[in-house]
Antibody, heavy 124, light 107 residues
Framework: QVTLKESGPVWVKPTETLTLTCTVS??????????VSWVRQAPGKALEWLAH???????SYSESLKSRLTISKDTSKGQVVLTMTNMDPVDTGTYFCARLSGLMFGEFPRFDPWGQGTLVTVSS | DIQMTQSPSSLSASVGDRVTITCRSSQSITRYLNWYQQKPGQAPKLLIY???TLQSGVPSRFSGSGSGTDFTLTISNLQPEDFAVYFCQQSDSTPLTFGGGTKVDIK
């Protein structure tokens, strides 16, 4: 069974750095057909893709947040870490990690499954 | 960036109804289109990928169609557990982008 679980602080102050960890099980971060993405959702709003990391360590970031984001992985631990610097109240929301599958040639990438999400509040 | 536009943003329907949600991309994405269902307080769940392929375990009353820029999610014989928010998402190119969502609630 494939599962992903997010962990990290529930509250951060403005200007602080957020560090979130996604712990995966049921698949390897070395699997060339898969990667892990971070997606966030402000309260009552739509989903916003933030970043992903692939098995070969290739990384991709949202252009609007690129200067603030860093994604990395520890394959031995089955963990993907996202850091976001200079947090602001507008960054308040639920942060999800999700497996990005269907990455081989001829396949169709999709997010499945997702972690339960972790709500992060940015406030002084 | 590829913009994804869903319509309607919300709709009211009754159990047993047939519901259609539309998603339009700002440029052609061939069939790189996925649909997700999200219930309150839960993570999104993949329903359909590659525009029309039903994810394993998803009831057959869900179906997807379209290619290029125009796509449709259809729920036939709406069930009580189908009241939720539905999102489309393109996986043709990064940044991977989502539609604004369609909330399906009870009439």
């Amino acid at each position: 069974q494939v599962t992903l679980k997010e962990s990290g602080p529930v509250w951060v102050k403005p200007t602080e750095t957020l560090t979130l960890t996604c712990t995966v099980s049921g698949f390897s971060l070395n699997n060339a057909r898969m990667g892990v993405s971070w997606v966030r959702q402000a309260p009552g709003k739509a989903l916003e893709w933030l970043a992903h990391i692939l098995s070969n360590d290739e990384k991709s970031y949202s252009e609007s947040l690129k200067s603030r984001l860093t994604i990395s992985k520890d394959t031995s631990k089955g963990q993907v870490v996202l850091t976001m610097t200079n947090m602001d109240p507008v960054d308040t929301g639920t942060y999800f990690c999700a497996r990005l599958s269907g990455l081989m040639f001829g396949e169709f990438p999709r997010f499945d499954p997702w972690g339960q999400g972790t709500l992060v509040t940015v406030s002084s | 960036d590829i913009q994804m536009t869903q319509s309607p943003s919300s709709l009211s329907a009754s159990v047993g109804d047939r519901v259609t949600i539309t998603c339009r991309s700002s440029q052609s994405i061939t069939r790189y289109l996925n649909w997700y269902q999200q219930k309150p307080g839960q993570a999104p769940k993949l329903l359909i990928y590659a525009a029309s392929t039903l994810q394993s375990g998803v009831p057959s009353r869900f179906s997807g169609s379209g290619s290029g820029t125009d796509f449709t999610l259809t729920i036939s014989n709406l069930q009580p557990e189908d009241f939720a928010v539905y999102f489309c998402q393109q996986s043709d190119s990064t940044p991977l982008t989502f539609g604004g969502g369609t909330k399906v609630d009870i009439k």
